[in-house]
């Protein structure tokens, strides 16, 4: 038996708006059938909406995510799609990783300043 989720038992699942689903299919990412001016999702659109959130929540563009979802459809397939995963999620761990370097570096130089802001006032005889 065909189950079909209506977009609104889909936006409280997921917790987003209808707007979003409709940019998604906007996008090219789902495609429900159409019955009128009522869209019905699929148990595969509703899988799709689950990894596209997983994605954007490890931050992928949508560029991205269709790039992995198009690589599943044509060949190499899955075994594709996988080896693309990985390297996307590599270059993001490695974005992340010079972001927290980027992040480390600010903090040790604010506390630099902190320091030398204390060490003047101490200097010219003012108390913090």
């Given at each position: 038996?065909?189950?079909y989720?209506?977009?609104?038992e889909?936006?409280?699942?997921?917790?987003?708006?209808?707007?979003?689903?409709?940019?998604?299919?906007d996008?090219?990412l789902?495609?429900?059938?159409?019955?009128?001016r009522?869209?019905?999702f699929?148990?595969?659109d509703?899988?799709?909406?689950?990894?596209i959130l997983r994605?954007r929540r490890?931050?992928?563009?949508?560029?991205?995510?269709?790039?992995?979802i198009?690589?599943?459809?044509?060949?190499?397939g899955?075994?594709?799609?996988?080896?693309?995963?990985?390297?996307?999620?590599e270059e993001?761990?490695e974005e992340l990783?010079?972001?927290?370097?980027d992040?480390?570096?600010t903090?040790?130089?604010?506390?630099?300043?902190?320091?030398?802001?204390?060490?003047?006032?101490?200097?010219?005889?003012?108390?913090?």
């Amino acid at each position: 038996m065909n189950k079909y989720y209506s977009i609104t038992e889909l936006t409280r699942e997921f917790g987003i708006s209808t707007r979003t689903l409709r940019f998604y299919e906007d996008e090219g990412l789902i495609h429900p059938e159409r019955r009128g001016r009522t869209r019905l999702f699929r148990q595969a659109d509703r899988h799709l909406i689950k990894e596209i959130l997983r994605g954007r929540r490890i931050g992928f563009t949508i560029a991205e995510i269709r790039e992995i979802i198009q690589v599943y459809k044509d060949p190499p397939g899955e075994m594709g799609q996988l080896q693309l995963l990985m390297t996307r999620v590599e270059e993001k761990r490695e974005e992340l990783r010079q972001k927290r370097k980027d992040i480390d570096d600010t903090l040790a130089e604010l506390d630099n300043v902190e320091e030398a802001c204390l060490t003047r006032l101490a200097e010219i005889g003012v108390g913090t």
